[in-house]
Nanobody
Framework: QAQLVESGGGLVQVGDSLSLSCAAS????????MGWFRQAPGREREFVAG????????YYDDSVKGRFTISRNNAKNTVYLQMNSLKPEDTAVYYC??????????????????WGRGTQVTVSS
C-alpha cells in the first residue's frame, strides 16, 4: 500500500521561506514522477510543481516559477518543495502526489495515483 506523508507546513510572514517534504513508502519511488499541488478554500486543487525521473526534469506553474524549487532524493524516498518569497496567495493546503510507475510528470491531478493528506501553509501579511 503506497503512502505519502507531507511535512513542513506552518504559518509564516510575507517574504519568508518554507520547505516542505513528502516521504513515500510502499512504492518504487525512483519509478514515479512526483508532483506538488495545492488547494485554497473555495478553489479547485491546482498544480504547483512536478519532477520526473530522472530528477533533472522539472516543471512549475507560472505563479511559483522562480520562487519555488522541487527536488527529490531517491535514496530517502522523499520529494521536497522549497518555497521562497512567499505571498498571501500561496496560502493553501499543499499535497504531494505520485504517478504510479510512470516517470513523466503531469500538471493534471487526474494523472496521479497516490496522494498525501496535505500540509497547511499560511502566509500572513
Amino acid at each position: 500500500q503506497a503512502q505519502l506523508v507531507e511535512s513542513g507546513g506552518g504559518l509564516v510572514q510575507v517574504g519568508d521561506s518554507l520547505s516542505l517534504s513528502c516521504a513515500a513508502s510502499g512504492l518504487t519511488f525512483n519509478r514515479n514522477a512526483m508532483g506538488w499541488f495545492r488547494q485554497a478554500p473555495g478553489r479547485e486543487r491546482e498544480f504547483v510543481a512536478g519532477i520526473g525521473e530522472p530528477g533533472d526534469s522539472t516543471y512549475y506553474d507560472d505563479s511559483v516559477k522562480g520562487r519555488f524549487t522541487i527536488s527529490r532524493n531517491n535514496a530517502k524516498n522523499t520529494v521536497y518543495l522549497q518555497m521562497n518569497s512567499l505571498k498571501p496567495e500561496d496560502t493553501a493546503v499543499y499535497y504531494c502526489a505520485a504517478r504510479g510507475g510512470r516517470p513523466y510528470y503531469s500538471d493534471d491531478p487526474g494523472k496521479y495515483d497516490y496522494w498525501g493528506r496535505g500540509t497547511q501553509v499560511t502566509v500572513s501579511s
